[in-house]
């Protein structure tokens, strides 16, 4: 399955979480609630900053 982890930071509480770039509902905030991923059919719509990538499970990465 390709698709990468990515830890994004809230842009409200600044509380970091591991979202899936390709989620299929939205993903709130676990310490105060804020939308941090939208789906859109395809690579979701993230709100806040990318730390960093946990795993990236791309097509090219896994080559």
Same mark, same amino acid.
């Given at each position: 399955? @390709? ?5 994004? +930071?809230? /842009? ?8 899936? #770039?390709? !989620? ?5 905030? @676990? ?5 941090? +991923?939208? /789906? ?8 806040? #900053?990318? !730390? ?12």
């Amino acid at each position: 399955m @390709a698709g990468s982890f990515f830890r994004v +930071a809230c /842009p409200d509480c600044e509380n970091e979480q591991v979202v899936f #770039e390709k !989620v299929s509902s939205e993903v709130a905030c @676990a310490v105060c609630g804020h939308t941090l +991923a939208h /789906p859109t059919g395809g690579i979701a719509e993230l709100e806040g #900053e990318v !730390v960093e990538v946990v795993e990236d499970r791309t097509a090219d990465a896994l080559a």
